[in-house]
């Protein structure tokens, strides 16, 4: 199995930044992978990586260290709209994506 | 574009009773996969279909099955349902094993 941890929680300003840490222990590594699920909608896809390094993706970026198992997305520029659950989540050796409990982002004027 | 549909979106229904949820995958899209979501909680995989042969397994109970029929779309059968069965069913598609799977809007059943 999957053991993926995020914060549950981070409240943050529009405008500013915010950065959500994913760390992963994993069998095997197929993609690290992050979505944004507003609440009792369907999960949609923000960014993947697979190789070490930064993706960048307009105001969403994306970091991943896999000697570290380590991952973050960082939201620029909030917007109210940005308050939502974002998942990581790891797709092992087995082609299986595991989420992690998702990280709630409120975002305050 | 046409997206991942899932029916019904929601459902009701009584202890013991069976339900079955539907899903037609993205157009030309070959893997199916089902997802359970509990209140506050995150997305557990239950199974993948591949090409029409389930090609993976998670923590689907006994009591569900699953089939991908020949026009790619599938369904979850779901018998003896349980009050912990109430949850957010998600249905997303690939093809093959490539990166992004597209998550339908999702089926909402509550077993009262």
């Known amino acids: 199995g999957q053991n993926i941890d995020q914060p549950t929680e981070m409240t943050a300003t529009e405008g500013a930044i915010v950065q959500i840490n994913c760390t992963y222990q994993?069998?095997?590594?197929?993609?690290l992978f992050w979505y944004q699920q507003h609440a009792g909608e369907a999960p949609t896809f923000l960014s993947y990586?697979?190789?070490?390094g930064l993706e960048e993706k307009g105001r969403f970026s994306s970091f991943l260290s896999r000697s570290k198992g380590y991952s973050y997305l960082l939201l620029k520029e909030l917007q109210m709209k940005d308050s939502a659950s974002y998942l990581c989540?790891?797709?092992?050796?087995?082609?299986?994506?595991?989420f992690g409990a998702g990280t709630t982002v409120t975002v305050r004027a | 574009a046409a997206g991942v549909i899932q029916s019904p979106r929601h459902l009701i229904k009584e202890k013991r009773e069976t339900a079955t949820l539907k899903c037609y995958p993205i157009?030309?899209?070959?893997?199916v996969y089902w997802y359970q979501q509990g209140p506050g909680q995150d997305p557990q995989f239950l199974i993948s279909?591949?090409?029409?042969?389930?090609?993976d397994k998670g923590s689907i109970p006994d009591r569900f099955s699953a089939q991908q029929f020949s026009d790619y779309h599938s369904e979850l059968n779901m018998s003896s349902l349980e009050l912990g069965d109430s949850a957010l069913y998600f249905c997303?598609?690939?093809?093959?094993?490539?990166?992004?799977?597209?998550f339908g809007p999702g089926t909402r059943l509550t077993v009262l």
């Open positions: 279909f591949y090409e029409k042969m389930q090609s």
């Open positions: 994993t069998s095997g590594f197929n993609g």
């Open positions: 997303a598609s690939s093809s093959g094993h490539s990166y992004e799977q597209f």
């Open positions: 990586n697979v190789l070490d």
């Open positions: 989540a790891v797709r092992g050796g087995d082609y299986k994506l595991s």
């Open positions: 157009p030309r899209h070959d893997t």
